[in-house]
């Protein structure tokens, strides 16, 4: 049972423009929510996270939204650059210490 | 150190053969957690530990596969009797207290 789900297995974006990426989950004790990329032959790396105690946390071209009424989150990549094409995973868990529960992936292309 | 490290980078082995995989977590990091990648995009949970005790092994095929965290000892992860199924990228990740994972980049170990 997939309990976090990245509906689009891939987007294509043009260098300079905004990439959002989704992401939607359907435990509400989800409470903590992370978003990774990940080149081929690599581990996947943290980018940015968010608690539910929030709407919205942002670094730099990065910023993550959280939805808790529709159980959605979604990241914005503005602006894109080519150096961001990867795969990108939304992961949530609860409490503490506890195992993260991953999307499948999207793969962001952004064109030069 | 300052990166989750993982060795071997890649493993193989004859079907019935031991695998044993090792992980340095981040120096300070209480949390150990092993993850399976079997298709390209699912992570599994296999297991997790805190400082040298098991946390959550929920994940574990408790038949063949073990797990180890010892004081001053990288974290190791061991099947015995390796099976087809069992090829797949293991990654290692390590938290300082529970909230955000940071993951080594990975062994690949196939089965023949």
């Known amino acids: 049972d997939q309990q976090v789900k990245q509906n689009s297995p891939s987007l294509s974006v043009q260098e300079g423009r905004i990439s959002i990426l989704n992401c939607d989950y359907t435990n509400s004790m989800f409470d903590y929510f992370l978003w990774y990329k990940k080149y081929p032959a690599e581990g996947p790396t943290f980018l940015i996270s968010?608690?539910?105690i929030k709407d919205k946390n942002e670094d730099g071209r990065f910023t993550v939204f959280l939805n808790k009424s529709a159980k959605h989150l979604s990241l914005h990549i503005v602006p894109s650059q080519p150096g961001d094409s990867a795969v990108y995973f939304c992961?949530?868990?609860w409490g503490t210490g506890n195992q993260f529960y991953f999307g499948t992936g999207t793969s962001l292309t952004v064109i030069p | 150190g300052e990166e989750v490290a993982q060795t071997p980078k890649h493993l193989v082995r004859g079907e019935g053969q031991k695998a044993k995989l090792y992980c340095a977590p981040i120096?300070?990091?209480?949390?150990v957690f092993w993850y399976q990648q079997v298709l390209k995009n699912e992570f599994k949970f296999l297991i997790s530990?805190?400082?040298?005790?098991?946390?959550?092994e929920t994940g574990m095929p408790k038949e063949r596969f073990s797990a180890k965290c010892l004081p001053n000892s990288p974290c190791s992860l061991e099947i015995q009797a390796t099976k087809l199924e069992d090829s797949a990228v293991y990654f290692c990740a390590s938290s300082p207290g529970g909230d955000t994972q940071y993951f080594g980049p990975g062994t690949r170990l196939t089965v023949l």
């Open positions: 968010i608690s539910s």
């Open positions: 992961a949530a868990n």
């Open positions: 120096k300070g990091h209480s949390y």
């Open positions: 530990f805190q400082n040298e005790n098991v946390f959550d």
